[in-house]
């Protein structure tokens, strides 16, 4: 399970260089990419996921829940 705070700490990582870690933390693989490559959307995405993250968390939760369902 993947937990709200530490998406909100890997998004912190966007001061050294590192933003989009938090999307592909949950499960957002192409766009954590993108956000990688292009400093975070040229901050304007990183600083729209500051709302978007407890979704994107409870949306991967939910799709692994569903996943390890017989």
Not at 56 to 66: D, I, P, S, W
Request: glycine share 12%.
């Amino acid at each position: 399970m993947r937990s709200t705070t530490g998406a909100y700490l890997l998004w912190l990582l966007i001061f050294v260089g590192f933003g989009g870690i938090h999307r592909i933390y949950a499960g957002k693989l192409w766009t954590g990419l993108l956000w990688l490559f292009t400093g975070g959307l040229f901050l304007v995405g990183q600083i729209i996921d500051l709302f978007l993250i407890p979704s994107m968390v409870e949306n991967a939760n939910l799709k692994q829940r569903l996943a390890a369902k017989p």
